[in-house]
């Protein structure tokens, strides 16, 4: 729903126990399983303090003993289901409310519908969000009947526009009494975070991490919207869908799947019909339908509530059932499953785009319910784990493709498993086909050795002990369960019961389903012959009305709730610092929680000292020892439940262990051996080399690389910039094995410190880097970096790069003064306000009023180090032939700031709550560490947002705006189509050039 927060992502490996929703809505996002279902786990009743009595009830729930969350699941009496996890690492709470209805659940005439809804329900009722709900009815009533008018127009073009037009009249006339954004400003007033929901095939699922202090008014206002849904600025939000719509089709990962998805399933809806919907379906929408199926499937009984953090199980279930208790109780539609005939030949499909050429290969295989989603889960990781699965070694280890990985996709009705590869330079995308498969060859044949499942069986309870530390983990595996209907004690065994798949039955289950029954995809770059885009509507901009409330809004906000008191940082007595030797520091936090570290040693150089850093972090995991060749280094790791990288950045470069704290001699001692003494391997390097020119050259085929990364160097640091600071070809070329193995070995002998954080003693912790940490008895000062100045931006200019898509992409840029901490609360008020999130002016007016974008957004950055300059930076993702009212839209916003003392002061509410309830703990207090350091800071800055935001005036932000974003000399950075780009426009912003690929990129 937000993509402030969530951009999509075609494809996310899921780790089955426990997801984390990729927060897509373009059809594949987090989709999870369902099976009958069984029976009940232990029974107990939650006993309550005396309460008055309206609340004194019994509630019974069921728990599982031994359970690692601790879940409580109660049963109101009209079906809601509720999962509580208390987890005290902060005091917040983070909420999932999950519907079992999504995609598939579309009358496939209305395809899309579970997804629109999905934002309709973020617009309201007839409470929320009105400021007079009998005359806005009267309106609201009369654009349903043209919607249903308009959708039987279909062959009458004429018609259509004059029932559009009187669509848009009288969405005028009822957006005057609406209070757009009246949701998000709430949830922004009591200091919310991560404000967003998901449509996928099997749900729709509405998220809020909140301050636990806000519980109830959490509480009423999620009741409130489950009691019913109002259609409200339903044009503008429809427009937001066209474009999230043109977002897809612009994106070549997306097609790519639906592609494959519809040769998967032809007859299921997980491939006849797509989550976001059909062009077709969404110039045709119809408010009755979604009207219907939000009163079908959004009731009790198909509803869950997920809570995990800091709470009161009593108190909880007590606030819950007398928010959500007196909702009636209705049936729920049953779904029944199509039946797909068995794939009996390979399918090849292809896709033509812009982007980077690779192949997808997908199988279509049973749903997660079964024992089978254990087994499918257990061959994903045989073939692709990150460090020792046959694609991991076989292919990426030895370089044979560019990057090859498995992933599987879990459902209720089918599940797919995926294998996708790119192709190295001049390398066919049937090789990379063939070579994928043969990997899945070895796996039927069980050519693999004995050790590699018990050492998934103990990584995966790695990953899952260290997801347990995330609020929003624990609650999205309750959640998971809901939809799935597994009983929580079944859920739970889950986790053992993945431990007892043996060899011979997971090469069983490859081979029983696994032959030529499969689907590819290939990704070829091209032009796309079948390129459409939705068409713009007419839309009349409604009125912002920032300055309303509804009566609803002003009761709720105005409950008083228990103040609580933030907790910052003190570095001198969070962290304890020692040396390990002399000028060798360590910084220590302890880990008190469970059995898991992090060990990081840090250098303050990196690409602008010389720009082999990064190629040498690479090569680093392609060599071996003397002792062990690369893979077999990379199974010793992962045998010992721990893993490693080394990152180099432009002036940082981390050296990561990480995993069980038990296996941390035997490892420290294998890594210290590689970067003691690694072995040179001259084909390794060489095609290392190739890649990297491979990785160059897709570079240019991604517009966000090339409008995010290439075009805004450019901008700031002219031609010569760290991002263009890398060895040309011929040096890549004729660098040699040895000269990167001596840089490696060279690492250790310069000035660094080591983070350490873990369950051992600090003096253990000392004892054990010093024994195996090789360094010189003096540590080497780091060679001088290449500094590179910030240009001064004085000449108002607008760049622009040609790229074949249906939308265009904006950004304004500003430079502002040199980083300042005394700027910090201001620049924290101002974006909160102007153009952070969802309740912002710039959401409001461009895409909630204007309906210009899906996404769009402001923010003034503070730099990332001492000496460095602060920017402004706006961005508007939009239809091209929308491009004129974009561009001015936004300049409008840059130069006047609107006044809303409402909001206002809900952003102070959002930074006060927000700051008073975050705590920083765990590794990530030394990263806050690092990050102040490198600002010249030695206590939390958080301390000086929160004073001085409250006491901040209108006035005082106004003065800001106008001092250092109001005519301030402004470059802007265009991507899009020339076919499609309005020169004209352009111009009115300053002298128009285009940049090429080569300019940007630097080869």
Request: aromatic fraction near 10%.
């Amino acid at each position: 729903m937000n993509p402030l927060l969530h951009p999509p992502a075609p494809f996310v490996k899921k780790n089955f126990l426990l997801l984390i929703p990729a927060l897509a809505v373009l059809g594949v996002a987090t989709q999870c399983q369902s099976s009958k279902p069984v029976a009940t786990a232990t029974t107990a009743p939650a006993t309550a303090p005396a309460v008055p009595a309206a609340t004194s009830k019994e509630y019974r729930y069921e728990s599982v003993p031994g359970d690692p969350l601790g879940v409580r699941i109660y049963k109101l009496d009209n079906g809601l289901t509720v999962y509580l996890s208390d987890y005290k690492d902060a005091p917040r709470i983070q909420t999932y409310l999950a519907v079992r209805a999504g995609s598939k659940n579309d009358p496939a005439t209305a395809t899309g519908l579970a997804h629109y809804l999905e934002h309709m329900v973020f617009k309201g009722t007839s409470q929320l969000g009105t400021q007079d709900w009998a005359k806005e009815k009267v309106e609201l009533d009369k654009i349903e009947a043209l919607y249903e008018v308009y959708r039987g127009q279909r062959n009458d073009p004429a018609a259509r526009k004059r029932t559009y037009h009187q669509i848009d009249s009288i969405s005028g006339v009822a957006a005057k009494y609406a209070v757009p954004n009246e949701y998000d400003k709430v949830m922004g007033a009591i200091g919310a975070k991560g404000s967003n929901a998901h449509t996928s095939n099997e749900e729709t699922v509405y998220q809020e991490d909140i301050p636990s202090n806000q519980l109830e008014k959490w509480a009423a206002i999620q009741a409130e919207r489950l009691r019913e849904m109002v259609p409200r600025l339903f044009h503008t939000e429809l427009e937001a869908v066209y474009e999230e719509k043109n977002r897809g089709l612009d994106s070549d990962g997306w097609k790519q799947y639906e592609t494959m998805n519809a040769a998967l399933y032809p007859t299921h809806p997980y491939g006849t019909q797509t989550t976001i919907g059909t062009i077709d379906h969404l110039q045709n929408p119809s408010i009755t339908e979604i009207k219907k199926y939000f009163g079908q499937y959004y009731v009790p009984g198909n509803v869950a509530l997920c809570l995990s953090g800091d709470l009161d199980y009593d108190q909880t279930i007590r606030i819950i059932d007398q928010a959500f208790g007196s909702l009636p109780a209705k049936p729920v539609p049953t779904f029944v499953a199509p039946v797909e005939k068995p794939i009996t030949a390979p399918i090849t499909r292809e896709v033509l785009g812009p982007q980077a050429e690779n192949v997808l290969i997908g199988f279509r295989l049973p749903g997660k319910a079964t024992r089978d989603g254990l087994r499918l889960k257990m061959l994903d990781a045989i073939l692709s784990n990150g460090q020792a699965g046959l694609m991991d070694l076989d292919l990426n280890q030895k370089q044979k493709v560019l990057q090859a990985y498995s992933g599987f996709d879990p459902m209720v009705d089918y599940s797919t498993h995926t294998l996708q590869g790119s192709p190295r330079q001049g390398q066919k995308l049937e090789e990379v086909q063939a070579l994928m498969l043969a990997e899945l060859d070895k796996a039927k044949a069980g050519n693999f050795p004995d050790w590699l499942i018990p050492a998934i069986i103990n990584n995966d309870k790695l990953t899952r002990t260290k997801s347990y530390e995330s609020n929003e983990a624990r609650a999205s595996a309750m959640y998971e369960a809901f939809i799935e209907r597994i009983d929580w004690k079944d859920y739970v065994a889950q986790q053992n019961d993945f431990g007892t798949i043996t060899k011979a039955e997971v090469v069983k289950f490859a081979n029983d389903n696994y032959g030529q029954n499969y689907v590819t995809v290939f990704k070829r770059t091209g032009v796309d012959p079948n390129k459409v885009k939705v068409v713009k509507p007419a839309i009349t901009p409604v009125p912002a009305n920032r300055d309303v409330a509804s009566v609803y809004y002003k009761k709720l906000t105005s409950l008083p709730s228990t103040e609580l008191q933030p907790v910052f940082l003190d570095y001198k007595k969070d962290i304890q610092e020692t040396e390990i030797k002399p000028g060798l520091p360590l910084y220590y936090t302890h880990n008190a929680e469970n059995g898991l570290f992090n060990l990081s040693y840090v250098f303050d150089l990196g690409k602008n000292n010389d720009p082999r850093w990064s190629l040498a972090s690479d090569y680093l995991k392609y060599l071996g020892t003397g002792q062990y060749t690369a893979a077999q280094l990379q199974q010793e790791f992962f045998k010992l439940g721990c893993s490693f990288r080394v990152t180099s950045g432009a002036d940082r470069i981390y050296v990561t262990l990480n995993g069980l704290d038990t296996s941390l001699e035997p490892v420290l001692k294998l890594f210290e051996q590689l970067m003691a003494a690694p072995k040179p391997d001259a084909a390794a390097l060489q095609n290392m080399v190739a890649g990297v020119l491979k990785q160059r050259q897709d570079a240019k085929l991604n517009k966000g690389i090339i409008l995010n990364a290439a075009m805004v160097n450019y901008v700031k640091y002219g031609p010569k910039n760290p991002f263009t600071n890398n060895l040309s070809e011929q040096a890549l070329k004729a660098l040699k094995p040895e000269q990167l193995t001596a840089l490696i070995q060279k690492l250790p002998t310069y000035e660094h410190h080591v983070l350490y954080y873990g369950p051992r003693a600090q003096d253990a912790t000392v004892a054990v880097i010093k024994t195996e940490h090789r360094t010189p008895t003096k540590l080497m000062p780091v060679p001088a970096a290449k500094d590179f100045a910030e240009q001064p931006l004085k000449d108002k200019k607008v760049y622009w790069v040609d790229y074949n898509m249906v939308q265009a992409e904006i950004l304004f840029l500003t430079k502002g003064d040199l980083y300042s901490k005394e700027l910090a609360p201001t620049l924290a008020l101002y974006n909160e306000y102007f153009g952070g999130g969802m309740a912002s002016i710039v959401f409001q007016d461009l895409r909630e009023s204007k309906a210009l974008a899906y996404s769009a957004y402001s923010g003034y950055s503070s730099a990332d180090k001492l000496g460095r300059s602060n920017y402004n930076l706006s961005y508007i993702g939009t239809q091209s032939d929308k491009l004129p009212e974009a561009m001015a839209g936004m300049e409008a916003l840059l130069t006047d700031m609107p006044v809303a003392e409402a909001n206002l002061e809900i952003a102070r509410n959002a930074i006060r709550n927000s700051i008073s309830t975050e705590r920083i703990t765990k590794g990530d207090i030394l990263m806050s560490y690092e990050r102040a350091k490198r600002l010249g800071l030695d206590y939390d800055l958080r301390r000086d947002v929160y004073a001085s935001t409250q006491k901040m005036t209108f006035d005082e932000l106004k003065k800001f705006q106008q001092a250092k974003v109001r005519g301030q000399n402004q470059v802007i950075l265009v991507i899009g189509s020339k076919d499609r780009l309005n020169f004209k426009e352009l111009a009115k912003y300053g002298q128009v050039q285009q940049l090429t690929l080569k300019e940007i990129f630097g080869y």
